[in-house]
């Protein structure tokens, strides 16, 4: 190799490591401190649906004897829930078929069958339930058995109570960073909770009240809120 090739080869190379980029050292990541609150909101509303159980049952020779005696008394029951206007339904929940003499044997040719048949009445007029149970309990062979308020439709009520949960878990972050001498920054998340639904009845049973009994029902509503915390 001549001189002037050495040098050629040399000024090259300078160029090559020159032209390659520089390589940034990424910076390490920045620690956030946070400040973190929950707030909660309750409301109580009043049951805007009802289900009351009506059970009957018959005993005769056949079960299709049996079942044709309800028949009969399920026909009275609909007249019945019919008359009480459109917003009232009638569906059958349970039938059971047993013996008369064991109800927990097997059902056997020579032996009288009982019948047991369990009707589910619906209303979105929660306020007539009693009328609904008067009408009941006069048909012969009928009981009632279970009545259940709930609340189907809280729309406008749960988006009154997301904005004063959300308002009161602000306010809770604010006296927070307050006293630890930060300020708050920007919102780095929200959470909401509901209570599961039956939450409240099985309160009110576990204290000895009657689901016959229990009328409005809470509604709760939780929301956590996490904030940057950034220095005053």
């Given at each position: 190799?001549?001189?002037?090739?050495?040098?050629?080869?040399?000024?090259?190379?300078?160029?090559?490591?020159?032209?390659?980029?520089?390589?940034?050292?990424?910076?390490?990541?920045?620690?956030?401190?946070?400040?973190?609150?929950?707030?909660?909101?309750?409301?109580?509303?009043?049951?805007?649906?009802?289900?009351?159980?009506?059970?009957?049952?018959?005993?005769?020779?056949?079960?299709?004897?049996?079942?044709?005696?309800?028949?009969?008394?399920?026909?009275?029951?609909?007249?019945?829930?019919?008359?009480?206007?459109?917003?009232?339904?009638?569906?059958?929940?349970?039938?059971?078929?047993?013996?008369?003499?064991?109800?927990?044997?097997?059902?056997?040719?020579?032996?009288?069958?009982?019948?047991?048949?369990?009707?589910?009445i619906e209303t979105d007029e929660a306020g007539r339930v009693a009328a609904g149970v008067n009408a009941l309990t006069k048909l012969s062979g009928v009981s009632v058995t279970d009545v259940v308020f709930s609340v189907r439709n809280a729309n406008a009520e749960q988006v009154e109570l997301l904005a004063k949960a959300s308002a009161a878990a602000k306010s809770k972050a604010e006296k927070m960073a307050a006293g630890l001498g930060v300020k708050l920054g920007r919102l780095l998340s929200a959470q909401l909770t509901e209570e599961p639904d039956g939450a409240a009845l099985r309160e009110r049973m576990a204290q000895g009240e009657s689901p016959l009994t229990f009328q409005d029902q809470q509604l709760k509503l939780y929301v956590t809120v996490r904030y940057e915390a950034l220095a005053q």
């Amino acid at each position: 190799m001549n001189f002037r090739a050495a040098i050629l080869i040399s000024l090259l190379s300078v160029s090559s490591a020159q032209a390659q980029p520089a390589v940034a050292e990424s910076a390490p990541p920045r620690e956030t401190s946070e400040v973190v609150a929950a707030g909660e909101a309750v409301a109580v509303i009043a049951p805007d649906h009802a289900t009351i159980t009506a059970s009957l049952s018959q005993t005769a020779a056949t079960a299709a004897d049996a079942a044709a005696k309800l028949d009969a008394t399920t026909a009275q029951i609909k007249d019945a829930v019919t008359s009480l206007g459109p917003k009232w339904q009638l569906h059958l929940r349970n039938e059971q078929y047993a013996p008369s003499s064991q109800p927990a044997g097997p059902l056997v040719a020579s032996s009288a069958v009982t019948v047991k048949r369990d009707l589910a009445i619906e209303t979105d007029e929660a306020g007539r339930v009693a009328a609904g149970v008067n009408a009941l309990t006069k048909l012969s062979g009928v009981s009632v058995t279970d009545v259940v308020f709930s609340v189907r439709n809280a729309n406008a009520e749960q988006v009154e109570l997301l904005a004063k949960a959300s308002a009161a878990a602000k306010s809770k972050a604010e006296k927070m960073a307050a006293g630890l001498g930060v300020k708050l920054g920007r919102l780095l998340s929200a959470q909401l909770t509901e209570e599961p639904d039956g939450a409240a009845l099985r309160e009110r049973m576990a204290q000895g009240e009657s689901p016959l009994t229990f009328q409005d029902q809470q509604l709760k509503l939780y929301v956590t809120v996490r904030y940057e915390a950034l220095a005053q």
